[in-house]
């Protein structure tokens, strides 16, 4: 009953976005909708998953990173939602520390605050003292969470079946994956002492760096459903704009020191804080940054941190074919997307990114250009990059609040050349000498390779094999051009045979009518070949 619930209020909004792609929803042209009908529309999404829930509040949040799945406005509409909820009663907190302890909070501790700092989906925070007189938050797990997040996935689960089984395309496969791999995610975030050692081991990462700080956790009061945690003040990131104006907190230096945490955490540790937002970073009263909430976290692969960072680096010196040819080894690009079309359009957003006059507004043209791209093309987003991405959008929207010239490409490149030394590290590490002795078997069997096809370019047997792929589009293209010719043809003897009949009869209507069917086939040789040579995604509107 809970999946036909769910279901019945989310039926409008699924028929809605197949009718965009095709009218009749197996068939038809895709529907040009206006563009303030979509903000509409993303909006009435938007309050439609927070009434569904906690368990849905959180997985939209994951599908507001995901271009390649949703386009704007409803990338950024479902990124204003928040996991925010009312707070619990004292007493069901009380009881879940009795179950976990054995001990109620006024037994287990010096001083337990009844009014909690913060009230989530998942969890609530009170603010407490230990018997040793250590100023500490107590996190605790809000009952039945396990169970209604139980509930709430079954129901996904049992709709996605469905519409997995009646259509069966890429955008309908990527959301399944997502929601399979958020099933995942959200029982280790459920279980508060993976929590602690994801902290315990990014903390020991930033020991030495006064810049970062990481609350320590309290290991003698750390359960499943009970996290303590070192209290640590500070203030929301995206609330400093007194501090700013008054000297106390430098906006660059803080973005700088925030992009450099996720690129060290990203490409150098392979651990990676998966859920940042502003309500998990705050700026101490000393400027440091402090993370906080390590209940989602990613571990990056090691080669799959080597061939970010190749990219990064191609990114920095703007090769534009190392960047292309990163996003296809990380598996961004569906190897059948035409390299050509990536490069000149890569090649184009790279141009502007890296000028000096860019401007917000410039930048903001940049991504909403690369996001309709992503939704438009059978492009798939590896997870470590979606968290990546949200990652980035935090750094850029802290960037732009707080500095007005912000241009995240430009500001980042410097960091990137000078933590180079720190990225090359971690792509070599320990074991440099059978990485380099990897590279150069590489390179010989790239050099055999090229032997053999010099030799049989000498001896005449080189083939040339081209793709079924662009076969098929050649054949589509000499098809075009021959239809051209046969209605230019056909106009043309329409033309000639009604002015020998006109000689002849002097028949000026007969004149008229043929030289206007003529015309007739003259514009459609122009104009159908056009219509057939638009973009090849045309089925995907830009929604503009």
């Not at 490409?267 to 402090?290: E, K, S």
Request: proline letters at 5%; aromatic letters at 8%.
């Amino acid at each position: 009953m809970h999946a036909l619930s769910v279901l019945w209020r989310l039926v409008p909004f699924i028929v809605a976005f197949l009718r965009d792609r095709k009218r009749w929803i197996v068939v038809g042209r895709p529907r040009i909708v206006p563009a303030d009908h979509h903000r509409r529309r993303a909006q009435r999404l938007t309050a439609t998953i927070a009434a569904l829930g906690p368990t849905f509040i959180k997985l939209a949040q994951v599908f507001a990173a995901r271009a390649d799945i949703l386009p704007e406005p409803y990338l950024s509409e479902i990124g204003s939602l928040t996991d925010r909820v009312p707070p619990l009663p004292l007493a069901a907190i009380t009881g879940v520390i009795e179950q976990e302890f054995g001990q109620t909070p006024a037994q287990l501790f010096e001083r337990f605050d009844p009014e909690p700092l913060a009230a989530a989906s998942l969890g609530q925070v009170h603010r407490a003292t230990t018997r040793e007189g250590r100023d500490v938050v107590v996190k605790v797990l809000r009952p039945g969470a396990e169970a209604q997040v139980a509930i709430d996935l079954d129901a996904a689960f049992r709709i996605l079946f469905v519409l997995n089984v009646l259509f069966p395309n890429h955008h309908v496969h990527a959301i399944t994956t997502i929601v399979r791999e958020f099933s995942k995610r959200i029982d280790e975030e459920m279980d508060f002492r993976e929590e602690a050692r994801n902290a315990q081991l990014i903390r020991a990462n930033f020991v030495g760096d006064s810049r970062v700080r990481v609350p320590e956790v309290i290991d003698q009061y750390t359960k499943r459903r009970v996290l303590v945690l070192e209290y640590m003040e500070g203030t929301k990131i995206d609330r400093l704009q007194e501090r700013i104006a008054a000297g106390d907190v430098s906006a660059a230096s803080l973005v700088e020191t925030l992009m450099e945490v996720y690129v060290k955490m990203m490409l150098v540790d392979g651990i990676f804080h998966a859920d940042p937002h502003p309500g998990n970073i705050l700026v101490a009263p000393d400027g440091g940054v402090v993370l906080l909430d390590f209940g989602m976290v990613v571990r990056v692969e090691e080669t799959t941190r080597s061939r970010l960072i190749q990219t990064v680096m191609a990114a920095a010196r703007q090769d534009v074919d190392g960047v292309i040819a990163g996003f296809y080894e990380l598996g961004i690009i569906d190897p059948e997307v035409d390299r050509g079309t990536v490069r000149d359009a890569a090649r184009s957003l790279m141009a502007i990114a890296f000028a000096r006059e860019s401007k917000p507004k410039q930048m903001q043209r940049i991504v909403d250009e690369v996001l309709s791209t992503f939704y438009r093309w059978p492009v798939t987003l590896p997870s470590e990059l979606v968290y990546f991405g949200r990652a980035a959008a935090l750094v850029e929207g802290i960037g732009v609040r707080y500095i007005s010239d912000f241009n995240s490409v430009t500001f980042g490149t410097p960091i990137i050349t000078r933590m180079r030394g720190q990225l090359l590290s971690a792509v070599l590490g320990a074991e440099s000498k059978d990485v380099l002795k990897d590279w150069m078997t590489e390179l010989a069997y790239v050099a055999g390779e090229l032997r053999d096809v010099l030799r049989r370019a000498g001896r005449d047997e080189l083939r040339v094999r081209a793709h079924p792929r662009d076969m098929m589009e050649l054949q589509g293209y000499l098809a075009r051009q021959t239809r051209r010719i046969v209605l230019c043809m056909f106009a043309g003897n329409i033309a000639l045979v009604a002015a020998i009949f006109y000689l002849q009869h002097r028949n000026v209507y007969v004149l008229a009518a043929s030289l206007f069917v003529s015309l007739i086939f003259f514009l459609m040789m122009l104009l159908i070949p056009l219509h057939l040579l638009s973009n090849p995604f045309r089925g995907y509107r830009r929604w503009r």
